[in-house]
Nanobody, 121 residues
Framework: VQLQASGGGLVQPGGSLRLSCEASGLPFSTYAMAWFRQVPGKEREFVAAIDRSGINTYDADFVKGRFIISRDNPKNMVYLQMNSLKPEDTAVYYC???????????????WGQGTLVTVSS
């Protein structure tokens, strides 16, 4: 199983980025997918999750409508559209796969390698 995250980079406050995660080696449409993020020295935190069908999504409170998670099952892809970015959004972002779209990182079976998002002027 491999989850390949991409799309991170440097963006100014108020800007946007779209993260992508390509999955291989697993029956993608049978897994819920999520994005987490981590800052050095802090615990990994839940950002957003999406169920197997892509119909139901779940966000962390700090997202407040700024981020949108989506998936394309035929392409084995999950995305995180991030808008109105703030310096406090700076982190390494990870995609993950699990049986259910839960908020607890320990429930996720598979993890990508992470992509760095830096929000700075």
């Amino acid at each position: 199983v491999q989850l390949q995250a991409s799309g991170g980079g440097l963006v100014q406050p108020g800007g946007s980025l779209r993260l992508s995660c390509e999955a291989s080696g697993l029956p993608f449409s049978t897994y819920a997918m999520a994005w987490f993020r981590q800052v050095p020295g802090k615990e990994r935190e839940f950002v957003a999750a999406i169920d197997r069908s892509g119909i139901n999504t779940y966000d962390a409170d700090f997202v407040k409508g700024r981020f949108i998670i989506s998936r394309d099952n035929p392409k084995n892809m999950v995305y995180l559209q991030m808008n109105s970015l703030k310096p406090e959004d700076t982190a390494v972002y990870y995609c993950a796969a699990a049986s259910f779209p839960l908020r607890a990182s320990e429930m996720y079976n598979y993890w990508g390698q992470g992509t760095l998002v830096t929000v700075s002027s």
